[in-house]
C-alpha cells in the first residue's frame, strides 16, 4: 500500500527583517523550530525569506526546505512586490503557503494561510502613518477573506476578528506563544550584587518605545516612588523606538533621569539576568497581541504589573497585577506594593512560574499542525 504524500507548507517570511519586527520574529520562529521537533510525516515546510533572514538564523537552513528571496534587502515596497511575482510563482506548486506577516499577497498560487497577530492598526490607527494604517486597512480585511484559517496568538485576537469580519470559529485557530527549558529562580550572587549596584531595585520594561506600549507611564510612576523609595529605579530594554527621546527628556523634567536606565537591545542571557532581579515586569502596553515579555517574566519568577487592556489579562491571569489602563496612580500603588510586601512577591514569584507552564512551545506546534491540517480540508467555506 502507498504511503499517503505529505502535504508542502509553504511559509512566507520575506516580512521578517532580523532584530526589527519585534516579538512576532519570537514567536514565529520559536513556533516553526517546535514543529520541526516534532517532525509530523504529513507535513514538510519550505521556508521562503531574505538572505539576512538565513543568515541570522542558520538553522532554519538545516531545519526546512530553505528558499532565499533572489534580491538583496528589500523596503515594504520591495517585498510586496517580490510576493506577488517571484514568491507567487516559486510557490505555486505547495498545497498551502502560510502568510506569517498578517497580509495574504494579492497575487497568489497556493490557498493560504495567515497569522494576524492583532487589529492593532484598525483598533489604534493614529499609531500608524498615514501611508501603512491605509494599506493595512485595505489589506488585513482582504487577508482575513482569503485565508483558509487565520491563526491569532490569543483569544482575544481570535474573537476581535471573529467579531469585526464575521468569521466562523473553524476559520480561526487560537496558537498562543510557547516557552519551554526556563527556571524560576534567583540569579547567582555575584550576577545579583553587580545588577544591584548598577540598578538598585528596579522596575524593568522590555519593550521597543512605539507610543502604545507607554513607557511614559512608568517613568511617571518612577517620580511618583521616587521621594518614598530613593533606591529604586526603572531599566528599558529594547531597541531605541520613536519615543525613546521624549522618554529622556521626561525623565529630567520629572527629576529622575538619574534613575531611568535605557539600555537598549541587550544580549538573551543579559535579559534573562534582568529578569531575575527585577522587582516587577512593568508593562502598561496599549495594545498586545499577547505579551510576550509578560511570560518570559513569570516563567522566571519574575513579578509582573501589567494593564488590564487587550490580551495582558488573559495571559497574566492571577499570577500577577493588572491595573487600569493609562492609570499612573495605579500603577505607582501596585509597585509600590510589591517594593514594601514581600509576601505578595513571593507568592507572585511562585504563582507566575505556574502560570507560564500553561504555554509550552509542544502545545502551540500540536495547535499550527492542527490548523494547517485543517486548512488542507476544502470545504465549501473555503471556496471564494
Not at 532580523?18 to 521556508?47: C, F, K, M, N, W
Not at 529605579?233 to 521626561?250: H, I, M, N
Not at 512577591?345 to 504563582?351: I, N, P
Request: glycine letters at 8%.
Amino acid at each position: 500500500m502507498t504511503a499517503a504524500r505529505s502535504a508542502t507548507i509553504g511559509v512566507n517570511l520575506l516580512w521578517l527583517v532580523p532584530g526589527v519586527v519585534g516579538g512576532s520574529e519570537e514567536y514565529t520562529l520559536r513556533l516553526l523550530r517546535a514543529l520541526s521537533d516534532q517532525e509530523p510525516d504529513d507535513l514538510h515546510l519550505r521556508i521562503y525569506g531574505q538572505a539576512a533572514l538565513f543568515e541570522t538564523h542558520p538553522d532554519l537552513i538545516d531545519r526546512f526546505t530553505a528558499v532565499t528571496a533572489p534580491q538583496g534587502p528589500l523596503g515594504k515596497v520591495g517585498r510586496i512586490g517580490l510576493e506577488a511575482t517571484w514568491l507567487a510563482a516559486a510557490s505555486h506548486d505547495d498545497d498551502l503557503v502560510h502568510h506569517a506577516g498578517g497580509v495574504v499577497p494579492p497575487v497568489r498560487m497556493a490557498p493560504p494561510v495567515l497569522t494576524v497577530h492583532d487589529l492593532q492598526p484598525l483598533e489604534l490607527p493614529h499609531y500608524f502613518s498615514v501611508a501603512k494604517r491605509t494599506w493595512l486597512a485595505t489589506m488585513i480585511p482582504r487577508s482575513v477573506q482569503a485565508a483558509r484559517v487565520t491563526i491569532c496568538p490569543s483569544r482575544f485576537t481570535a474573537e476581535a476578528i471573529a467579531a469585526r469580519f464575521g468569521l466562523s470559529a473553524d476559520r480561526l485557530a487560537v496558537v498562543p506563544q510557547g516557552l519551554d527549558g526556563v527556571t524560576a529562580g534567583p540569579n547567582p550572587p555575584e550576577v545579583a550584587a553587580e545588577l544591584a549596584a548598577t540598578y538598585g531595585r528596579y522596575l524593568l520594561y522590555p519593550a521597543i518605545a512605539y507610543p502604545h506600549k507607554r513607557h511614559a507611564d512608568v517613568v511617571r510612576a518612577l517620580a511618583a516612588l521616587a521621594e518614598r523609595h530613593p533606591d529604586v529605579s526603572v531599566v528599558f530594554s529594547g531597541r531605541p523606538g520613536p519615543e525613546t527621546p521624549s522618554l529622556e527628556a521626561l525623565a529630567t523634567e520629572l527629576g529622575v533621569a538619574d534613575r531611568l536606565h535605557i539600555v537598549g537591545r541587550v544580549p538573551v542571557d543579559r535579559l534573562d539576568a534582568l529578569y531575575r532581579s527585577a522587582t516587577a515586569v512593568a508593562f502598561p502596553s496599549a495594545y498586545e497581541g499577547f505579551g510576550n515579555p509578560v511570560l518570559e517574566a513569570m516563567a522566571r519568577g519574575c513579578p509582573v504589573i501589567a494593564s488590564d487592556a487587550t490580551a495582558l489579562p488573559e495571559v497574566v491571569g492571577d499570577a500577577g497585577l493588572t491595573v487600569p489602563l493609562g492609570d499612573v496612580a495605579a500603577l505607582a500603588a501596585a509597585a509600590e506594593r510589591l517594593l514594601t510586601d514581600s509576601t505578595l512577591a513571593a507568592e507572585l514569584a511562585d504563582a507566575g512560574p505556574v502560570r507560564s507552564g500553561r504555554y509550552t512551545t509542544p502545545d502551540a506546534a500540536h495547535r499550527l499542525a492542527s490548523a494547517y491540517r485543517r486548512a488542507l480540508r476544502p470545504t465549501r467555506e473555503h471556496s471564494p
